[in-house]
């Protein structure tokens, strides 16, 4: 494991991380005038309903995730390196050990910013709870809020739980790109696969309507307060399809790495 952490791109990590603390620094200092009811759990970069901000955040979460290390089995593939490391495991903890260090960084880059963000919002308005009668501006309710009960009860605990839920998508699109990287011969699609994937079912839900409009899109249900519709057990079933896309292509993998 040590070896795939030397390995890892530090510049590539590095970008990821400052593109995404580029948006949460940009979510907090564009905002200037703030509502006197208002709580940091209705103004930071998870919930914030009105700004555009948050929309890029969780539209370009794929490609953030990935950069760090969601193309390093292919390049290592590529360059030899990985057939050196083979020799000192086998294959198979050969690459669970390449996709436990994509998803840790995946989620690592997301759940950052995010949190850099709420702890600013948190030093910048008071720490009290969120009331659906005086902060109903906000439009924080059940359709378009999941667990919204909790959040009204315990905001706190409800923003650390969207955040963590944020890094687990990040790690999962990271896994995403890695398993799909072998089966691409061009790098930079190959990196960017994980975007292309979340604009792909961000435009068919636009087409491809579920009852009551609820998103199946995760730029959607991964932002608290969005626009859209969302439902707990159709983001449950689209994260379980994730999942499963990328232990059958690691599968896969595995039996294309054997070849």
């Known amino acids: 494991m040590r070896f795939l952490y030397v390995r890892l791109s530090k510049r590539a990590l590095w970008l990821a991380l400052v593109i995404g603390l580029i948006i949460s620094f940009a979510q907090f200092f564009l905002v200037k005038q703030i509502p006197l009811e208002d709580t940091p759990y209705t103004q930071w970069l998870g919930i914030d309903s009105f700004g555009f901000t948050p929309i890029v955040f969780f539209v370009l979460l794929p490609l953030i995730a990935s950069l760090p290390a969601g193309v390093m089995l292919k390049d290592d593939v590529d360059n030899g390196l990985f057939a050196k490391f083979k020799l000192r495991n086998t294959l198979q903890h050969a690459l669970l050990k390449y996709a436990a260090v994509t998803f840790i960084t995946g989620f690592v880059v997301i759940v950052i910013p995010l949190l850099i963000n709420l702890l600013l919002w948190l ?17 924080i309710i059940n359709i378009n809020t999941m667990l919204v009960s909790l959040y009204y009860s315990h905001p706190f605990i409800h923003a650390l739980l969207a955040i963590l839920f944020a890094g687990v998508w990040g790690g999962l699109f990271a896994l995403f790109v890695m398993v799909t990287s072998l089966w691409v011969s061009n790098r930079f699609v190959a990196v960017s696969s994980g975007l292309v994937l979340q604009i792909a079912i961000f435009v068919l839900n636009s087409f491809i309507k579920l009852p009551g409009d609820v998103s199946y899109s995760p730029a959607d249900f991964l932002h608290n307060g969005a626009v859209t519709n969302v439902s707990l057990p159709v983001t449950a079933i689209v994260t379980l399809l994730m999942v499963v896309y990328c232990m059958a292509m690691l599968i896969l993998d595995k039996k294309r790495l054997v070849q």
């Open 123 to 139: 030093l910048r308005l008071p720490n009290i709870r969120p009331d659906n009668l005086l902060n109903k501006r906000a439009l």
